[in-house]
């Protein structure tokens, strides 16, 4: 039945709201038409599709515009023997993380952009988030929600990749599942590089599950 569902996910790499969309189509097992964003040089089928030009947008049967990423993973979610019962948005996780950790996680990687803020203060609270979602994971262990793990490990994993020597708490949990998730040979495939996409005219790149 899913093999008739066309869908085309506007994305880019490095993004963690498009992760989430490439995440969440890998693990559904749903083969879609990638289109890779130059974000300084939007195509216009994008900007026609969502006016927002954000990415992750997905594309469903050319009709059904998805441009919210958490919304990209709910839909998804709905195409499996999987479902999600609830909105992702929702999930108290997803919320602490929206209005806790994004925040302070962005004072923490672009302190230029935030003079005033005392960058040992912001630390703490970035650790003190960690500290907290790291007692959550221990009790989650194999039963945690695909799709809530989906929404969360994309945003978690930029202070992995941050190349500053962060010393963090002491949040095994975290570490290991973060570790586990970037190793596994599936998000190494999410994260492989494709071609810009800018028009009809260029060659579609096709993620094949
Ligand atoms: N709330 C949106 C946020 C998406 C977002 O901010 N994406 C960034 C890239 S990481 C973007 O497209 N920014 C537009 C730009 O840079 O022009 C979602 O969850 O989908």
């Known amino acids: 039945m899913t093999e008739q569902i066309q869908l085309t996910l506007y ?86 993380l929206h209005q806790k950790f994004i925040p302070t996680m962005h004072r923490y990687k672009y302190p230029e952009r935030y003079p005033e803020v005392d960058q040992a203060d912001n630390l703490k609270l970035v650790n003190d988030f960690l ?24 945003l978690i994993r930029q202070l992995w990749i941050i190349d500053d020597g962060w010393t963090h708490a ?11 998730i970037s190793q596994s040979d599936e998000f190494m495939r999410v994260m492989e590089k494709h071609a810009v996409w800018q028009s009809e005219a260029t060659e579609p790149v096709i993620i094949k599950f």
């Open 170 to 180: 002491d949040i095994p949990n975290v570490t290991n599942w973060v570790e586990a």
């Open 11 to 96: 994305s880019f790499r490095r993004c963690p709201y498009a992760m989430r969309a490439r995440m969440a189509l890998s693990y559904a097992k749903l083969s879609y038409t990638l289109r890779e964003v130059d974000l300084k040089n939007k195509p216009e089928a994008l900007l026609t599709a969502s006016p927002k030009g954000t990415v992750p947008v997905l594309i469903v049967n050319e009709t059904q515009i998805i441009d919210e990423s958490l919304d990209v993973v709910g839909w998804v979610s709905q195409q499996t023997n999987q479902p999600l019962d609830f909105d992702v948005n929702k999930h108290v996780w997803v919320e602490k």
């Open 131 to 154: 500290t907290s979602l790291d007692g959550w994971l221990e009790t989650q262990q194999k039963d945690m929600n695909p799709w809530v793990e989906i929404a969360l490990f994309p």
